[in-house]
C-alpha cells in the first residue's frame, strides 16, 4: 500500500526519456551548470563504478583520473540538474560495482569492451 502511494507521489518527478546504461560504462555526463544568471551545460566524463536506490532517489556514481588523482561523483539520474547521460563505450564486468578501481593506476584501470 505505502509502496503504491509512493509510486504515484514520485511519477510526475521522474523522467521519461532516461538513456539505457549500466555499471562499467563510460558515460557522457551533461549537468547544468549556474555562473551568476548564465546557465552552460558541463560535460563530465568516466566510467560508471556504482548505481543506487530506486524511483526518483536512484543515483550512480562516475569515476574518472583528472592530474593523476581519481575523481568520483555522484548524480542522480532523475536530476533536472543532469541534461542527459550518453553512453559512449560498453565494457563487460562481472560484478555490481567496481569499487576494485580505486586501487588501480594507469592501465590496470582499463576494461574490456563489449562488442555487439
Given amino acids: 500500500m505505502s509502496q503504491e502511494l509512493m509510486n504515484k507521489v514520485e511519477a510526475p518527478f521522474k523522467k521519461a526519456d532516461v538513456d539505457e ?40 556514481t562516475v569515476r574518472r583520473i583528472v592530474g593523476g588523482e581519481g575523481v568520483e561523483k555522484k548524480f542522480p539520474i532523475h536530476s533536472p540538474k543532469v541534461d542527459k547521460i ?24 582499463r576494461l574490456a569492451e563489449r562488442r555487439a
Avoid: C, P, W
Fill in 86 to 109: 550518453v553512453s559512449t563505450r560498453k565494457s563487460v564486468v562481472r560484478r555490481a560495482k567496481l569499487y576494485y578501481l580505486r586501487d588501480r593506476v594507469g592501465k590496470a584501470t
Fill in 21 to 60: 546504461f549500466e555499471i562499467g560504462d563510460t558515460v557522457d555526463v551533461h549537468t547544468k551548470i549556474l555562473e551568476g544568471n548564465k546557465e552552460r551545460i558541463q560535460v563530465y566524463t568516466g566510467t560508471v563504478i556504482a548505481r543506487s536506490g530506486s524511483g526518483t532517489r536512484e543515483m550512480f
